[in-house]
């Protein structure tokens, strides 16, 4: 893989930030899965993409999809690559949203947003399966919590979802080194949301409702998130471990067999809703 550019997420300014990361996955959009048609569409929050797969039938239920960044960096095409595999395995179109960032606009700015996106996306639908990663996780439980008809979600995903987590023992494990992500990072993230206290944080994500598929990397400094969310929440959950891997590791879909792998029994929960 070619080599990316070392990202500061403590000492870096946020424009700088987001430069830095949408550089660094332009570098592995090629890796998008084939087959799988790209398109641009319009969502009330901006332009978003869609990833329609060649095995596609109608009817089948679409996948609205948030993408993650922290809630500071990060867009629909800075996750081209994850959208188009999951598509791809699925079977499923899969629809990813745009949704604003901080610091520019603050908590509970991106929990409302997130319920207003599902609430017009399901207008015309009888149901919708809520997916995501990372800070997007928590965007998918803000969203069925706070849309007009949570009845509709068949099913929510949480690629290694952000809930707000800044110590135990993953932090301890993986949340100090010079590499991936770290837990003085996440600190600046949720100060950037303006969630130094996470209380009304959590507080606003769903407790009950559709089947919850709650996705662990094993080398997370956030994997102990999902522990938390198992213990406080109503929904019937699915853990899925991915032995030996790091934070945003389903980014490496197209050069990773491992990742692909992992997708692959993420699209056969998908599917079996």
Known sequence: MSAMPILDWVNDPVDKLRAGYEAERATIAHFSASGVAIDEIGFG???????????????????????GGGWIVGSPWTHKTLCSWMAKLSGRRVFAAPYDLAPDRKFPAQADQAAA????????????????????GAMVLWAEAGM???????GLVSLYGAYGGLEGPSHEAYG????????????????YLGCQDVTEFRARLSKSGAPLLLVKAECDPIADD???LAENT?????????????????????????????MQDIADWINAL
């Open 226 to 228: 999902n522990f938390w």
């Open 117 to 136: 996106i599902a609430t017009t996306f399901t207008v015309d639908r009888d149901q919708v399966i809520l997916a995501g990663d990372s800070a997007g």
């Open 148 to 154: 007009d008809a949570p009845r509709k979600v068949q």
């Open 176 to 191: 100090h080194g010079s590499e991936g992500l770290q837990t003085a990072a996440l600190r600046i993230m949720y100060g």
């Open 45 to 67: 929050s901006g332009p978003g993409l869609r990833f329609t797969p060649s095995t596609w039938v109608e009817g089948r239920t679409d996948v609205l999809y948030f993408h």
């Open 234 to 262: 109503a929904h019937q959950v699915t853990h899925l471990l991915a032995p030996g891997q790091p934070h945003a590791y389903l980014q490496a879909c197209g050069s990773d067999r491992a990742a692909e792998a992992s």
